[in-house]
């Protein structure tokens, strides 16, 4: 059997309880994943202060002591604001202690590079379902463990493993989401999925403007959600089928294969049952016992990610997604600095917006993907982005003038958040299986590094307010204008190696794909010979 035709296995056995249940693991990782980028302006949330050696100035970092000298503060009594607490205000950060609040977002996307490099590499190597498994567990602990910092510099540890384990929570449960769908509900199941990154939004809003503590806000928003999510995941998910084909697993390919179709009410094909067998058959035994380390090390040594960028057109392509990814990141985090980017806005009614946004926004690229294209979804998103980037400095920060504002930054999420959806989609398919995860892990990983220093950014605004805006829009708009050279997935199925990468989008590509399947059935029946 191709891998080709897992798409007909899926297609037989059409979408039931053993299809959603992936995709709700999924749409439950995406509402913890949405939480990440809030952390940062409710935990760490801005908090006037006083010197306490001197409380009738605010904000001020020195005072004048007996002798008119001036001695920097180190005491600091803290005002109240829009919120009753924050981590400024329990662990001491005002003045020279802020630039540890200042390195939180930084320290969530150095998280998530580690992730992209490690998490994607390992699930390419020992598949989707043990990342997801183990990834889910760890994201419960660490959610516990903001209980309990008693340091700022162990919060930031934590957010660090929080942020490596939600990211590759996410990934791994969205190849597994495409994967073991068919085809042409793939785009609706990432769509809907997509809906919980804005209700996750819009609850993060909603718990912060009730519980104004941070530490009630990440017990509500992470612990719940995280410990049952690694609980259902670890009695009811299973491996990728074409994952476990790709990798010559037969036996456990039937595994899940047959519950598949028990779970969906369908009668197991014999044809299938008799092809299976067939390829369980040319699995040899193994003739000796090998060690845990150096199977371990063949699995690495399979995932050549190099490969990737073997032709200039392969690489071309790979740069631009990578360009892509980093428009997203930029854009779609740097959005959190809504005082920075637009000034003149309530924090909670901005960060529902925001949520309120994706809904559009999904919906937007939803439209667009499916009827023209996963390329001019790219590449319209982008251009609109830049657009309403472009417009929020002019509008006037005064009167009702600050409705423009709101409608500017709504106009903004919607397109970055169908630049968000379409490029894990557009990436996912253009990719061969067997090296999918390590590909959108490298795209992904340019992102976060170019990211790590958006905490920066927001301070050119006070060289200049438009500067951050103009700045993520012409990222925005060379993004949208790379994204030309890279061909279409629509309607196309996935390349399976890297030489299928390589001819896709030409006439080759399915002359490759109807060989490969020759190969194979001769090979089979072959076999069968042999056996009688």
Not at 23 to 29: E, H, I
Not at 178 to 190: G, Q
Not at 224 to 233: G, H, R, V, Y
Not at 259 to 264: A, T, V
Request: charge should be positive.
């Amino acid at each position: 059997m191709a891998l080709l035709e897992v798409e007909d296995v899926l297609q037989t056995a059409s979408v039931g309880f053993w299809n959603l249940k992936i995709v709700f693991m999924f749409c439950a990782s995406c509402l913890m994943s949405a939480t990440a980028p809030m952390f940062y302006p409710i935990a760490f949330a801005e908090l006037d202060f006083e010197c306490a050696k001197n409380d009738s100035v605010k904000n001020q970092c020195f005072y004048q002591d007996s002798n008119n000298s001036t001695v920097e503060c180190t005491t600091f009594n803290y005002l109240p604001g829009v919120f009753d607490s924050s981590a400024r205000k329990d662990f001491n950060l005002a003045c020279g202690r802020s630039m540890f609040a200042d390195l939180d977002l930084s320290v969530m996307l150095i998280g998530q590079c580690f992730s992209v490099t490690v998490c994607n590499f390992l699930m390419d190597a020992f598949g989707r379902k043990p990342v997801f498994n183990i990834s889910c567990c760890l994201a419960a602990l660490c959610s516990i463990g903001y209980l309990l910092a008693p340091s700022v510099e162990v919060l930031l540890l934590l957010r660090w493993i929080d942020c490596f384990t939600l990211m590759s929570l996410t990934v791994s449960g969205f190849l597994m989401m495409v994967e073991n769908l068919p085809l042409k509900y793939s785009v609706y199941a990432t769509n809907a999925s997509e809906y919980m990154y804005g209700i996750g939004f819009f609850l993060c809003a909603l718990v912060s403007y009730f519980f104004r503590t941070w530490r009630w806000y990440v017990t509500l928003r992470m612990v719940i959600p995280a410990l049952l999510t690694a609980l259902l995941s670890l009695l009811f998910i299973d491996e990728s089928p074409r994952w476990l084909l790709q990798r010559r697993k037969f036996i456990e390919f039937e595994k899940v294969v047959k519950k598949l179709f028990h779970q969906n009410k369908k009668e197991f094909p014999p044809f299938l049952a008799k092809e299976i067998k067939s390829m369980k058959e040319l699995v040899l035994p193994a003739k000796d016992s090998v060690s845990v380390l150096k199977i371990i090390t063949a699995k690495l040594a399979n995932v050549k990610f190099w490969k990737l960028y073997r032709t200039n057109k392969t690489a071309m392509w790979m740069a631009v997604m990578g360009l892509s990814w980093i428009a997203n990141v930029v854009v779609y985090f740097g959005m959190q600095f809504g005082e920075e980017l637009f000034g003149g806005v309530e924090i909670h009614f901005y960060f529902m917006i925001n949520g309120i946004a994706e809904i559009p926004g999904t919906l937007f690229q939803l439209y667009v993907a499916k009827h023209w294209g996963r390329k001019p979804a790219n590449i319209i998103s982008f251009m609109l982005c830049a657009l309403s980037l472009l417009i929020c400095p002019l509008i006037p920060k005064e009167g009702y003038w600050v409705i423009l504002i709101y409608v500017a930054a709504f106009s903004t999420r919607i397109f970055i958040s169908s630049a968000f959806v379409n490029i894990y989609m557009w990436n996912a398919e253009i990719l061969p299986t067997n090296l999918r995860g390590v590909g959108m892990g490298l795209g992904s990983l340019c992102g976060r590094i170019v990211g790590i220093p958006l905490p920066y950014v927001k301070q050119l605004s006070k060289m200049w307010a438009p500067l951050p805006a103009f700045i993520f829009a012409a990222i925005a708009f060379v993004a949208a204008v790379a994204s030309f050279v890279v061909p279409e997935t629509r309607n196309r199925i996935s390349p399976d190696d890297i030489e299928e990468f390589e001819a896709f989008g030409t006439s080759k590509y399915n002359e490759l794909k109807q060989k490969r399947l020759e190969v194979l059935k001769k090979k089979t029946i072959s076999n069968q010979d042999t056996l009688a």
